[in-house]
């Protein structure tokens, strides 16, 4: 059986561009959570996932975060990854020039002592595509390029399926995805979880996919913090009333002001 792990962020203020855009986040992230992560658009969750990542915008002015006894906050981009956390992007960047398969592979190498065979790789690689209804042609193409807006949410969660993380989070990997879409991934997901008991934070809109995924965790961030927390009656609740009800019950004004470039690659 895997080692237990947990996720524990304390305090955690982090700003982008000199603006402060979280502010004093608290949240424990346990092994076979399935959270759903919601907000109002523009109120930190997208950065608090960057921030887990290793996104250089943005800068921690203090709190901590621990994967266990691990300070994730002194580990590179690369080391987190391999610790076992993962981030899937809401708009994934288009590569020029960097094969898909060929990105696949490596991203499996580097986590083992030993490269894995080219027919292991492919065998593995077709299984994964079928399962996502992912055209397997779309391996032999740059990375991204060209990708239609759901291929390129498909081609996150191969890259998913492939690594096995310990913490899979997913930046509204549901939208751009018409229903029958939202069900596949939906489905991988859950089956994922079922399968190897990692923990799973999704940021979503959608009703639907929410439904689907049924969380075991409900957290709510506004204005840069965790404001509620609960179970998937939740989701409900907000759907019939929106975010003001706990906006307006914990007296929270706010301006959108999340304002990480979810693409480290983007031409100014």
Do not use: W
Not at 135 to 147: A, C, S, T, W
Not at 192 to 197: A, G, M, P
Not at 209 to 230: F, R, T
Request: hydrophobic letters at 40%.
């Amino acid at each position: 059986m895997a080692d237990k792990f947990k996720l524990v962020i304390k305090n955690l203020h982090v700003s982008v561009d000199k603006k402060e855009i979280l502010k004093g986040v608290n949240l424990t992230i346990n092994d076979g959570d399935k959270i759903a992560f919601l907000g109002p658009n523009g109120n930190g969750k997208s950065t608090l996932f960057f921030t887990i990542s290793g996104h250089p915008k943005c800068i921690v002015t203090s709190g901590t975060i621990f994967f266990n006894n691990i300070d994730v906050l002194k580990l590179s981009v690369d080391e987190r990854s391999k610790l076992g956390i993962f981030l899937g992007l809401q708009n994934p960047c288009e590569v020029a020039g960097i094969i898909n398969s060929d990105f696949l592979k490596n991203i499996i190498d580097v986590r083992n002592t030993v490269p894995i065979k080219l027919f292991d790789f492919y065998k593995i690689l077709d299984q994964n595509c079928k399962k996502i209804k992912f055209p397997f042609e779309m391996v032999h193409r740059n990375l991204n390029e060209n990708f239609s807006g759901g291929e390129k949410k498909r081609n996150e969660i191969l890259q998913m399926l492939l690594i096995k993380p310990k913490i899979a989070l997913l930046d509204e990997i549901d939208s751009g995805l018409d229903s029958d879409a939202i069900k596949v991934i939906a489905k991988v997901i859950n089956d994922e979880y079922k399968k190897n008991k990692g923990s799973f934070v999704i940021i979503s809109h959608y009703d639907k996919m929410l439904e689907l995924i049924n969380p075991n965790k409900v957290v709510v961030m506004i204005d840069g913090k965790i404001v509620m927390k609960g179970e998937k009656d939740l989701i409900k609740k907000i759907s019939e009333k929106g975010f003001d009800f706990i906006k307006n019950s914990l007296n929270i004004t706010h301006d959108k002001q999340d304002l990480v470039d979810e693409c480290c690659f983007k031409k100014k």
